[in-house]
């Protein structure tokens, strides 16, 4: 008899389809191990936009999802498979370049300077004011919207980032396990960050499972986890995986803080606020560790990923403003920001 997984833990069932490449992907995922054909993700070469492609997003999240906890059903000998990903490969090219485009060139600094380079890029976004309108204006409705969206980060938070503790040595991986470390609870499980979210959901009345609402959250919001998985899967990228975790860690602090208090403001408790609460205080001293022991001790040791270090940390910003942007043009014009049900989708 077999025994049915956990759906808090995964392995997470397929997802619908979102155009012909994850369409095919998700047909031969649902077989045994076998060649793909070598045209599949031929349209990914020219696509538009790579950021909000629904189709290239998803695909890209299908693969990468093989190697953290996989998808119900699917042999676990598709996280090799050649053509799989040969196929990855085809979507991250474009996805790369495009976010490449979208943080722009990175300034020229010595491996010194860079924990100030990192500030400088912190002062200096001024995206959509997403956390502020969640704190005074938000409704019920439009909060529940904004954790479901997070909720496909934040149900394996701090999983990506952990790619990086095998390519690392010294000051720098003693930095990101102290970051690490705290994000993981302490070996606790109910102080896992992970687990204070699902908390929060289950507070706001949401589907706690995971990856329960990843047919819901549009393309924008796969590229925000795509986005660390592309870093943290490429030992080449480990300098950009660095300094995205820098400048989450960075930017985490005041936003939890007003996430907090909308919470409140709607009148939820201690216990539904409590993720939020925790992030105030871990990530005002995280900031630090991030920045000077973490990203100044890599380019101390590799002064060659200076360049990568700021460029990840670029992209983490631009790709959660166009993020945030998102939900507040929704919004605004009185529309729901995820995608309608499959069932509607299916009907359409």
């Known amino acids: 008899m077999s025994v049915a997984a956990d759906r808090r833990y995964g392995p997470a069932p397929l997802p619908t389809a979102r155009g012909p490449v994850s369409a095919a992907l998700l047909a031969a995922l649902r077989d045994a191990p076998r060649e793909l054909p070598a045209g599949l993700g031929a349209a990914f070469d020219a696509v538009a936009a790579p950021l909000t492609d629904e189709d290239l997003q998803l695909t890209l999240f299908l693969c990468y999802e093989l190697h953290y906890r996989g998808w119900s059903g699917v042999d676990e000998a598709w996280e090799w498979e050649p053509s799989l990903l040969a196929l990855r490969a085809r979507a991250e090219?474009?996805?790369?370049?495009?976010?490449?485009?979208?943080?722009?060139?990175?300034?020229?600094?010595?491996?010194?300077?860079?924990?100030?380079?990192?500030?400088?890029?912190?002062?200096?976004?001024?995206?959509?004011?997403?956390a502020a309108a969640l704190q005074r204006r938000a409704d019920l409705g439009r909060f529940r919207e904004f954790v479901t969206h997070r909720?496909?980060?934040?149900?394996?938070?701090?999983?990506?980032?952990?790619?990086?503790?095998?390519?690392?040595?010294?000051?720098?991986?003693?930095?990101?396990?102290?970051?690490?470390?705290?994000?993981?609870?302490?070996?606790?499980?109910?102080?896992?960050?992970?687990?204070?979210?699902?908390?929060?959901?289950?507070?706001?009345?949401?589907?706690?499972?995971?990856a329960a609402h990843l047919d819901r959250v549009p393309a924008v919001t796969l590229a925000t986890n795509n986005l660390m998985s592309l870093f943290g899967l490429h030992r080449r990228l480990r300098g950009a995986l660095l300094g995205h975790l820098a400048a989450y860690e960075m930017t985490s602090s005041l936003p939890n803080r007003r996430y907090g208090n909308g919470l409140r403001r709607l009148g939820f408790d201690a216990v539904a606020?409590?993720?939020?609460?925790?992030?105030?205080?871990?990530?005002?001293?995280?900031?630090?560790?991030?920045?000077?022991?973490?990203?100044?001790?890599?380019?101390?040791?590799?002064?060659?990923?200076?360049?990568?270090?700021?460029?990840?940390?670029?992209?983490?910003?631009?790709?959660d403003a166009l993020f945030a942007a998102h939900l507040l043009d929704a919004w605004s014009a009185g529309e729901s920001s995820l995608r309608p049900p499959a069932e509607v989708l299916a009907a359409a």
């Open 273 to 319: 606020t409590r993720f939020y609460d925790e992030h105030v205080e871990a990530d005002a001293v995280h900031e630090q560790v991030a920045a000077y022991d973490m990203c100044g001790g890599l380019v101390r040791a590799e002064p060659a990923l200076v360049s990568d270090v700021l460029f990840g940390a670029a992209a983490a910003l631009a790709v």
């Open 151 to 210: 909720s496909i980060y934040h149900l394996r938070e701090a999983d990506p980032h952990s790619w990086a503790l095998p390519r690392l040595g010294g000051p720098a991986k003693a930095a990101l396990v102290e970051i690490q470390t705290d994000e993981y609870g302490n070996g606790r499980l109910d102080r896992m960050h992970a687990e204070l979210f699902r908390t929060t959901m289950d507070r706001l009345g949401l589907d706690t499972g995971y």
């Open 93 to 130: 090219r474009p996805f790369e370049a495009a976010l490449r485009e979208l943080a722009g060139p990175s300034p020229a600094v010595l491996p010194a300077a860079v924990p100030g380079a990192l500030a400088d890029l912190v002062a200096a976004d001024d995206g959509p004011p997403l």
